[in-house]
């Protein structure tokens, strides 16, 4: 059974990963190019976007789109907003680096894990997966804002049997986890506080990726359909087609409507994706609808703006609006040059972003960035980058 310990403060990370971290932290001021920002410039309160690249990540100013610094790191690392106005995790060999976006620095605070996954950010926590250990990592996010030479107190839940995974904590304290071991995932499994088990299901193979929508309804894909946990009850939702595999989901905190990625074919090559699965928590329904010819997709062009709505940027180089309730596309805008499918699943190309109003996308293939209005399709900036892009993650 998956027991909660006592509070325990993570320190940073361990001697060999203070040399590894050493050659990572910002520019000094002194030394930065006549075009950039300086560090006390960078600490405004605007909207930054962490840009990953191949051995680093770049500190992207989100209203100009102009490069604040360029931070040397691995060869292949991941970035996930922290929930606050300030950080980003970073995933590494290491574990999940804090990255400060307004004084940028690569700090050397650092959640140890052999094998870093999933951050997930829900009701005022930030919860850490390791894949290696299965142990949970949960901080106050608000405590994370504030942090100076030392990451704040954490609660960690030990892991059951290890395996690739996420947690998410609700508002009343309850986790909901997935479980699994070394020969595959199976489903997910609910605790309160107490680490008593509230349910349990083991109809979710291959489950994969969280949302969590309007009541605190949280849903998992699974490689037939998806599970929802709501009201203390996990519900099947079972694809159409005998292989249906779901794995992320798109959600909004203001509708029970989420959509989530879909593939029909295990067969098929590469990673473009040219079906959607709806789903509504509240009516526990799931509908499968295509999109039309030419558009496709991949886990990383979906996001969910402000007002609900879904964008994407498809593999035509077009931002598209989706309606959540139906699939349909409402409008498509001009974002992009045409791409096509990464042959692995970590090669660069393009991702979406979004904070408010704004829309931000990638073109790997130009190695440039762009702004726009997902409502009128106004280009609201663009910027070129000194480095490839692959994953970003937007503050503020």
Request: with cysteine.
């Amino acid at each position: 059974m998956t027991q909660r310990k006592r509070t325990a403060r993570l320190a940073a990370g361990v001697a060999g990963a203070a040399l590894l971290l050493a050659g990572c932290a910002a520019q000094p001021a002194a030394d930065a190019p006549a075009d950039q920002p300086t560090s006390t410039e960078a600490a405004s309160t605007g909207p930054r976007v962490a840009v990953a690249y191949e051995g680093g990540v770049l500190v992207v100013d989100g209203e100009t789109l102009e490069v604040i610094d360029d931070l040397a790191s691995e060869e292949f690392v991941r970035v996930n907003p922290a929930g606050d106005d300030r950080h980003v995790f970073v995933t590494t060999s290491e574990g999940f680096q804090l990255l400060d976006v307004r004084d940028p620095e690569l700090t050397d605070l650092v959640v140890e894990a052999a094998a870093a996954g999933h951050v997930v950010r829900h009701g005022g926590k930030t919860v850490l997966y390791d894949d290696a250990t299965s142990d949970t990592t949960i901080f106050d996010t608000a405590a994370l804002a504030e942090v100076d030479d030392a990451l704040p107190d954490a609660e960690v839940i030990e892991g059951v049997d290890a395996h690739h995974g996420v947690s998410v904590v609700l508002e009343d304290g309850t986790l909901v986890t997935t479980v699994g071991d070394a020969s595959g995932r199976s489903g997910i499994r609910a605790v309160d506080t107490e680490g008593t088990e509230i349910a349990v299901s083991a109809e979710c193979p291959n489950v994969h990726g969280e949302g969590t929508a309007q009541d605190e309804a949280v849903v998992f894909g699974c490689e037939n359909g998806a599970v929802v946990f709501h009201d203390g009850a996990i519900t099947k939702l079972t694809s159409p087609d005998e292989f249906g595999r779901i794995g992320n989901a798109y959600v909004s905190g203001n509708s029970p409507l989420v959509l989530m990625d879909y593939k029909d074919d295990p067969d098929a090559e590469g990673y473009l994706l040219t079906n959607l699965a709806l789903v509504d928590t509240e009516a526990k329904t799931l509908e499968k609808v295509a999109l039309p010819d030419g558009i496709s997709y991949t886990w990383r062009g979906v996001t969910r703006t402000e007002d609900g709505d879904a964008v994407m940027i498809g593999s035509d180089g077009r931002l598209h609006v989706i309606d959540p309730a139906t699939g349909e596309i409402t409008a498509s805008h001009e974002a992009i040059e045409a791409w096509e499918s990464p042959t692995e699943w970590q090669q660069a190309h393009p991702a979406i972003a979004t904070t408010g109003d704004v829309v931000y996308v990638t073109d790997s293939a130009n190695s440039t960035i762009v702004a726009l209005d997902p409502h009128t399709g106004e280009e609201l900036a663009s910027g070129e980058l000194p480095h490839v892009p692959n994953e970003i993650a937007v503050v503020g």
